[in-house]
């Protein structure tokens, strides 16, 4: 089992960053998937998440509503977080998180930095 975290970096206020998580070695489309991110010294944070299968369901904190967007592609493994307007309170490390019944999965984590 891997999830893998990408596209990290350092980006200007008010800028914007996509986050990719490639997974693999489980059935990715049951899965329920959401992203965290963490700051050193602090309690990891749900940012977002998204229902298993058809994706009909998704939520966010309420801190990135209207700017950060929560997607993915089954045919792909691949999950998504479009960041919009980040402001430097967003700065963090973002990890993949996979959900099915008992079974969890976590990623590495890809640092995002927003300063100018």
């Known amino acids: 089992v891997q999830l893998v975290e990408s596209g990290g970096g350092l980006v200007q206020p008010g800028g914007s960053r996509r986050l990719a998580c490639a997974a693999s070695g489980f059935q990715f489309s049951r899965f329920d998937m959401r992203w965290y991110r963490q700051v050193a010294g602090r309690e990891r944070e749900l940012v977002a998440g998204i229902s298993g299968f058809h994706a009909l369901q998704r939520n966010y904190v309420d801190s990135v509503k209207g700017r950060f967007t929560i997607s993915r592609d089954n045919a792909k493994k691949l999950l998504y977080l479009d960041m919009n307007d980040l402001k430097p309170e967003d700065t963090a490390i973002y990890y993949c998180?996979?959900?099915?019944?008992?079974?969890?999965?976590w990623g590495q984590g890809t640092q995002v930095t927003v300063s100018s």
């Open positions: 998180n996979a959900i099915y019944g008992s079974l969890r999965y």
